[in-house]
């Protein structure tokens, strides 16, 4: 199975701030990697898939790069509302698999 | 626009079996495979396996082996997800998911006695 190391687990910023979330994999997976927001007693919301690939309709703050097994997800000018967890997660092989999460808080 | 719609929540004794539906709509449901992860509380996101609605063919993953189930309807583009022997450590949020894109709402199943 292809692991996802997440880093950091959390993450403390303020309003305003630019932030950045690695997620490394432990095989090559191309750019088969998506990015994931969830909200307390909400499902998953997906932000970015095939590594740099904006949803519809998830405003453009929100950028990823990467390839191979290296990745970043950067949140840019914090808002209140981008308070959430944020979870890798690598779909270019079954078993897909999940970073174990960033739980970006206020400061 | 594309959605899948989950069934609502369950609350199951230990031993007992319990099925989750998710209904797709505004896509042609065989044309993408459909994935079923779950969420312990306060926990990340465990994927649990795949189904071809095409097909019907399905991968699990090993911790779940010999307990899952995953069928689909194709008529009513519903895709089931089962799950045998429930015990304590089932209690989650279990959710469909259309790749890494579009997900359901997610369905709370409570196992206790």
């Known amino acids: 199975d292809i692991q996802m190391t997440q880093s950091p687990s959390s993450l403390s910023a303020s309003v305003g701030d630019r932030v950045t979330i690695t997620c490394r994999a432990s095989?090559?997976?191309?750019?088969?990697l998506a990015w994931l927001q969830q909200k307390p007693g909400k499902a998953p919301k997906s932000l970015i898939y095939a590594a740099s690939s904006l949803q519809s309709g998830v405003p453009s703050k929100f950028s990823g790069s990467g390839s191979g097994t290296d990745f970043t997800l950067t949140i840019s000018s914090l808002q209140p509302e981008d308070f959430a967890i944020y979870y890798c997660?690598?779909?270019?092989?079954?078993?897909?698999?999940f970073g174990q999460g960033t739980k970006l808080e206020i400061k | 626009q594309v959605q899948l719609v989950q069934s609502g929540a369950e609350v199951k004794k230990p031993g007992a079996s319990v099925k989750v539906s998710c209904k797709a709509s505004g896509y042609t449901f065989t044309r993408h495979h459909i994935s079923w992860v779950r969420q312990a509380s306060g926990q990340g996101l465990e994927w649990m396996g795949w189904m071809d609605p095409d097909s019907g063919d399905t991968g699990y993953a090993q911790k779940f082996q010999g307990r899952v189930t995953m069928t689909r309807s194709t008529s009513i583009s519903t895709a089931y997800m089962e799950l045998s022997s429930l015990r304590s450590e089932d209690t989650a949020v279990y959710y469909c998911?259309?790749?890494?894109?579009?997900w359901g709402q997610g369905t709370l199943v409570s196992v206790s006695s």
């Open positions: 997660q690598q779909y270019n092989a079954y078993p897909y698999t």
């Open positions: 998911a259309r790749g890494p894109k579009v």
């Open positions: 095989q090559d997976i191309s750019n088969y």
